[in-house]
């Protein structure tokens, strides 16, 4: 399109009119009313400005730059002239004449400033000055980015109440100054509150119950409403070197009486008496947020390495949409944090997953009330480790290329309660990262997950599990296993190749149920372990492919309308609880066969159907042993077209058997008279099943009432 020659004089000259008229209604106040007298020198940028000196200029003077190079590059600005100020200038906000020693031009802003008005324009130039002039202005609420930058320091940030948005913009750290061994927290931003030096510490005179906000202290008089503290109980006796159920960053809410404060976080952990609590007071830095910001790491090991943002004792400090690649130490890493946001954001390809901390995108370390949503990981360690918080929720991340050791979601096990992770992909380990943390956690709860290995066999409390699907595939792990620890785990509708219950613990009041899902089961999985010691519930649950497998806990185990379905051939279950009920259901070419290891009950009722030709020739049978074993089966039907399989082959032991109501078709029933201490076969229909070894009634056994076809 044809230009008139002065379109771009025009409208530069319009745009200067308006921000002079702007300028002189932001001076038009009592305080500058001398100052608006005399209208604004324009200059089209700082150099113009500085190269006319500083003479003939009074104080409240104002000039207007269009640009700061060159009209209209963005680095525009109002300043007012301060014939007294010798403060440094930086370039921005205090610009310096060449030819005076005192008196500066002042950057009159409304707190919201750029890295244009101290001429960044571009990557080329590092602009770390430029970012500490405008944070040391109390001023500023706002920093903006509209360029690419280059930043090589490690900026050190103790105020509140800032912005920094950079736009979707990149921020390189090529050549960034040396960091300091094992410090995540050596961000190229890093916020931190101060921890002063007011501590107290006393020991309980008495039990604090889980689920409390008030505590005993030795002087209420040293607290106020609205203070921040930094609450930590004592290392477990006898326990990991970091194995402490409490550490928080709490706000006193409440003065209850001379000997008691309340703090804004209900525990998720009973304290015996005599442990220890520290208060140490701390001014955290508040409303510190980081928006629209792309990271090109540097370097590959902790001192070259580079990272954006770190937060430490830090309240409402959000960070959204930071996409990295490359990062050393986590993207975000935070500690004794309180209420955040984390979202949005993105990590590619660390240096490294090998190293302990490292190729994180997000660790949250001693945190409350956080929020991890809308975030993607590739080929990272970790998404997501939450050590030592409650009460947070990721949401909506997925984590891929996970195959070379990393988990994109994780716990550390150090007493970790109420999360809840919602809508993610990727594998998942939680609670695991040792014993020096304690490898414990409360009330977890997972729901519509995707991963291919999952795994929670620590001491996990109260862990809920809802629409999880573990996927086997061929570059990891093959297996496709689900792991869970049964101390009051709740499992529902979730699917599985492997699935395996464990115990390391016994702290929940609540039962261990698996409802509603499917596992296709590899050959010789061990489906209860063996150190289960407490109830196992099964309900409405297929679990296919059996061969070989095995319930080696000696807890009790239900199995309520359960699908139970052998592999070609399959091996029988073993099952060493002491007490197996089976109510309805169905069983499908497999047997059950009870070690004998202990004495044990063998419940079948509710119109279970055990069906085919099972492995081992019987669909019931035992180990030989001196132990005692109870058959109890009632509106059993058991069928079998192979003349050779026998209903029940008990040959060994002591057994007391109970058939009442039960049909039998085909195969066999094998009862030996000398293994039964007692019999009772009643009202049971024998079609086509030869006995094989029955006992005669007498005094022990009760023969009565069955029809034999």
Known sequence: MHRPPDATTRRR???????????????????????????????????????????????????????????????????????????????????APADTRRGRWLRVHEGVLDFRSFGHFDAAHPADDALDAMLADPAVHRIEAHTDLLLRRRHRIHRSRITLDFGGHTVHTTGIERGSHDDPFGAVLSFSGTRTSTTLTHALAAPVPELTDTYPVPDAGAFRVGQWWALAVDPVAGGGRDERELQKLVEITEIVD???????????????????????????????????????????????????????????CDVHAIHAVGTFWPVIMRRWCTRFRTENCSLKNPPTVEYGGAGYLTQNIYCLYGRIADCTTSNVRHLSDLTASAYCLVENCHGDGDDAGGNPFTTHGQYEHDLLFDGNSGLMDLANSGAQWGTSAKRITVRKHVCSWFTANTRITDLTLEDVRVIARPTFDRAGTLTVNADGAQVRGCTAKTFSLTQRSTRSR??????????????????????????????????TGLDGAALRGTGPVRLTDCRLAAAEHGAPLTVAAAELRVHGGSLEGIGLRLTAERD?????????????????????????????????????????????????????????????????TGGTLHLAPDALRSALHSTCVEDGTRRTAFPQPGDTAQITGNLLL
């Open 13 to 95: 000259v319009l745009a200067t009119a308006g921000l002079a008229a702007g300028a002189a209604a932001l001076l038009a106040t009592p305080a500058h009313a001398a100052a608006a007298a005399r209208p604004p020198l324009v200059h089209t940028g700082v150099r113009a400005l500085l190269d006319r000196g500083g003479d003939k200029l009074a104080d409240g003077d104002t000039a207007l730059l269009t640009g700061y190079r060159e009209p209209g590059d963005g680095g525009g600005m109002l300043l007012r002239w301060d014939p007294r100020s010798s403060a440094p200038p930086n370039g921005g906000t205090v610009l």
């Open 258 to 316: 001379p000997a008691h404060v309340r703090v804004g976080y209900l525990s998720g952990w009973e304290l015996a008496a005599g442990r220890r609590l520290t208060w140490t007071r701390v001014e955290p830095v508040r409303e510190a947020h980081v928006r629209a910001l792309r990271f090109e790491g540097a370097g590959s090991d902790e001192y070259t390495g580079s990272h954006p943002v770190a937060y430490e004792y830090a309240v409402d």
């Open 510 to 543: 609540r039962p261990t149920v698996v409802s509603d899902c499917a596992f296709a089961v590899p050959p010789d999985t061990v489906l209860i372990q063996s150190a289960v010691t407490t109830p196992v519930h099964f309900v409405r649950c297929e679990l």
């Open 600 to 664: 044990q009950q063998l419940r079948i009722t509710g119109g279970t159907a055990l069906t085919g030709t099972p492995a081992g020739g019987a669909f019931l049978s035992r180990a030989a042993s001196e132990a005692t074993v109870v058959w109890d089966l009632s509106d059993l039907t058991a069928t079998t077209t192979a003349s050779g399989t026998a209903h029940a082959r008990i040959d060994h032991g002591a057994n007391h058997w109970s058939a009442t109501g039960c049909r039998f």
